[in-house]
Nanobody
């Protein structure tokens, strides 16, 4: 399974961007899908994640500004980012875990990262 993220770019403070991420490559029964980010010189941190049943949690720094959503049948996850701030500048990574087919056991559980997409917010 591979994750392909898109939608990053450069915006001014107060602007909006929408990130998209799609899983492809094999049958995949997604569990958690979400977004992490790594600001320049800092560690990767959780932004938002959502379970297959729709439960979501967000980092405190993005609550009320970012909204995560997903399309389970298509194994896609989205991040709508509004009221962007310069401190939101980071490489954003999508993440997914779930089950894939396995010959010996029927299924196995995996976690996968996307390649990252850069979001730059200028003041």
């Amino acid at each position: 399974v591979q994750l392909q993220a898109s939608g990053g770019g450069s915006v001014q403070a107060g602007g909006s961007l929408r990130l998209s991420c799609a899983a492809s490559g094999s049958a995949f029964w997604g569990n958690i899908m979400g977004w992490y980010r790594q600001p320049p010189g800092k560690q990767r941190e959780l932004v938002a994640r959502m379970t297959s049943s729709g439960g979501a949690n967000y980092a405190d720094s993005v609550k009320g500004r970012f909204t995560i959503s997903r399309n389970n049948p298509e194994n896609k996850v989205y991040l709508q980012m509004n009221s962007l701030k310069p401190e939101d500048t980071a490489v954003y990574y999508c993440y997914a875990d779930g089950h894939v087919p396995a010959e010996a056991t029927g299924v196995r559980f995996i976690g996968v990262w996307g390649q990252g997409t850069l979001v730059t917010v200028s003041s």
